[in-house]
T-cell receptor
């Protein structure tokens, strides 16, 4: 079954800790994306990667980091520098610049 | 910079009512346009898309959207909504001439349908 998996579904962390969110796809897509969803804000782009070993900052990259060592994997690290990390995080992939496919999301709560 | 505006934050309808959700974008070049839907507890999924050609596009579950280039609009319509259409709807755009550009999303419209 082709798709995007994100784990875990819910994640809880203490303030000051870094946390890494997993995103894996078996769609053989070149491009992958991370978005953050907050109520009333829509989806905002954090980082994206068009190809292995390359990635670009999105609109709200501060306090986040990513890596793209394999085509199928695009993990996102939420660092302690992110001032308001509690949110719903969505990973997506696409095989061209158009239609994107989304994972189920990870809800991160930092207290 | 590109942006997307969805005019309705929350729409409440009765079953069988007609639906139109507004979406306007700002970008001077050629764009790809999308409507995504997020049902409660489910993945974000594609409703319909416009790349080129016929400006009236049909999607899943009886939804359609019309691209009006002169108005920079891509409004979503459904002639008769059902209770199961209760969800959050997002309009999104990316630019055809900017390789690798991610989608720009509107802030979303919550649709509540009462039976």
């Amino acid at each position: 079954d082709g798709g995007i998996t994100q784990s875990p579904k819910y994640l809880f962390r203490k303030e000051g800790q870094n946390v890494t969110l997993s995103c894996e796809q078996n769609l053989n897509h070149d491009a992958m994306y991370w978005y953050r969803q907050d109520p009333g804000q829509g989806l905002r782009l954090i980082y994206y990667s068009q190809i292995v070993n390359d990635f670009q900052k999105g609109d709200i990259a501060e306090g986040y980091s990513v890596s793209r060592e394999k085509k199928e994997s695009f993990p996102l690290t939420v660092t302690s520098a992110q001032k308001n990390p509690t949110a719903f995080y969505l990973c997506a992939s696409s095989n061209d610049r158009a239609e994107q496919y989304f994972g189920p999301g990870t809800r991160l709560t930092v207290t | 910079a590109q942006s997307v505006s969805q005019h309705n934050h929350h729409v409440i309808l009765s079953e069988a009512a007609s639906l139109e959700l507004g979406c306007n974008y700002s970008y001077g070049g050629t764009v790809n346009l999308f409507w995504y839907v997020q049902y409660p507890g489910q993945h974000l999924q594609l409703l319909l898309k416009y790349f080129s050609g016929d400006p009236l596009v049909k999607g899943i579950k009886g939804f359609e959207a019309e691209f009006i280039k002169s108005k920079f609009s891509f409004n979503l319509r459904k002639p008769s909504v059902q209770w199961s259409d209760t969800a959050e709807y997002f309009c999104a755009v990316n630019a055809q001439d900017r390789a690798g550009t991610a989608l720009i999303f509107g802030k979303g419209t919550t649709l509540s349908v009462s039976s």
